[in-house]
């Protein structure tokens, strides 16, 4: 039996309960810890159909861990096992940084979502720089994408500089680089998804990429207005932005069909249509000339497949891991290649954006 069907059936069987019992973040702790003991081994076989290329990399399945999970890049060896095809680690910021007060994670299990402010803690890029480093030299099969922040400490006027910083010192390392601008936890942050903002930060990052030249995605928040969304789409054009990756936590709660009273970004089932309607909009908007990384709600098979139908070249989750359980990956990967087959494609690219 793969590794990741054990891990999965003591998951679902033992350890959900357990953790559920814990506080959301003292569980979430735990989970990394044990994932960040896993020896190398070989990851499960793939879905050969599912492979993708993109910015002339290849990908082996389109669905990665979405940006949050592993903020200090400890549990790479975890990720690969549960089959995915790429890891998007961070946020990373400059310095280290504690983070919002506890408690800042919580659960809201009738409705298979979360709710956190947790407020970018971090190692920081000088630990968690070297700890990539050491894992690249060691060889690894999945791809990593790198997912930068600024400090909570830093004034509006060093923003541009600490995603400069962070290019400069950890962008060689990664696969893909995400820009996280929308994060609601961090006061200030969404402001710099305006189209003045953007070419302020995508200058001050050139200057610093040197030779790493990674493609450069921009994260999106799903509370944008319309009209927001399409300007950002049109600078991101101008600029040459290399994707899109739709979407990150929501504040909103009630349009969501969600009550609960805790501050901080929602995440899970109430975002699905949510993050489709944004992918298929940037889509339309682009003409498709953006990859996009579909984020939001993904639990399964028919999720990930109708994010791909709206225009999502790959897909990410998160939320999905702490309720379906780790075998969420291998499952979807199953239904995906199933879809696909019965729907008459070969691959997933022929799929992307034709619901648009
Ligand atoms: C506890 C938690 C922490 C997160 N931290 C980050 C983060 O540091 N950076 C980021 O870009 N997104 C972060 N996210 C957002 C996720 O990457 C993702 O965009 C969002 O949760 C929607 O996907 P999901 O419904 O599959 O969880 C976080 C999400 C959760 C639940």
């Known amino acids: 039996m793969p590794a990741v069907s054990v891990v999965d059936?003591?998951?679902?069987?033992?350890?959900?309960?357990?953790?559920?019992?814990?506080?959301?973040?003292?569980?979430?702790?735990?989970?990394?810890?044990?994932?960040?003991?896993?020896?190398?081994?070989?990851?499960?076989?793939?879905?050969?159909?599912?492979?993708?290329?993109?910015?002339?990399?290849?990908?082996?399945?389109?669905i990665g861990l979405a940006a949050g999970m592993d903020k200090d890049a400890v549990a790479i060896r975890g990720w690969e096992m549960l089959g995915f095809g790429f890891a998007e680690l961070g946020t990373i910021t400059p310095r280290p940084q504690a983070g919002n007060e506890m408690p800042r994670v919580w659960r809201i299990p009738e409705r298979r979502a979360l709710i956190n402010r947790l407020g970018f803690p971090s190692e920081g890029m000088e630990v968690v720089a070297p700890r990539i480093a050491r894992m690249r030299k060691a060889g690894?099969?999945?791809?990593?994408?790198?997912?930068?922040?600024?400090?909570?400490?830093?004034?509006?006027?060093?923003v541009a500089a600490d995603y400069s910083a962070l290019m400069k010192r950890c962008g060689s390392l990664a696969d893909f680089i995400v820009i996280n601008v929308s994060s609601p936890n961090t006061a200030g942050l969404r402001n710099w998804q305006s189209p003045e903002k953007m070419r302020e930060l995508f200058a001050a990052m050139v200057e610093k990429s040197g030779e790493s030249e990674r493609p450069v995605l921009l994260k999106i928040a799903p509370d944008l207005e319309r009209n927001e969304m399409f300007r950002i789409c049109e600078t991101a054009l101008e600029l040459g932005v290399d994707g899109i990756v739709a979407c990150?936590?929501?504040?909103?709660?009630?349009?969501?069909?969600?009550?609960?009273?805790?501050?901080?970004?929602?995440?899970?089932?109430?975002?699905?249509?949510?993050?489709?309607?944004?992918?298929?909009?940037?889509?339309?908007?682009?003409?498709?000339?953006?990859?996009?990384?579909?984020?939001?709600?993904?639990?399964?098979?028919?999720?990930?497949?109708?994010?791909?139908?709206?225009?999502?070249?790959?897909?990410?989750?998160?939320?999905?891991l702490i309720y379906e359980g780790p075998g969420v990956v291998e499952r979807i990967k199953e239904g995906l290649a199933d879809l696909l087959r019965r729907n008459g494609f070969r691959s997933i690219g022929e799929a992307v954006g034709i619901d648009r």
């Open 9 to 62: 059936a003591i998951y679902r069987k033992f350890l959900q309960r357990y953790l559920f019992s814990m506080d959301a973040e003292q569980a979430h702790r735990l989970t990394i810890r044990m994932l960040s003991m896993i020896p190398p081994f070989t990851p499960p076989a793939e879905w050969p159909e599912l492979g993708i290329k993109l910015w002339g990399m290849d990908f082996h399945n389109p």
């Open 140 to 158: 690894i099969a999945i791809r990593l994408a790198l997912n930068f922040g600024p400090n909570s400490n830093t004034p509006p006027e060093g």
């Open 248 to 320: 990150n936590t929501s504040i909103a709660r009630e349009a969501l069909g969600v009550s609960s009273a805790h501050p901080g970004g929602l995440s899970g089932a109430p975002l699905t249509i949510r993050a489709r309607e944004l992918i298929r909009d940037i889509h339309t908007h682009t003409r498709g000339k953006i990859p996009i990384i579909g984020v939001g709600g993904v639990a399964t098979a028919e999720d990930a497949w109708l994010h791909i139908r709206a225009g999502a070249s790959m897909v990410e989750l998160y939320t999905a």
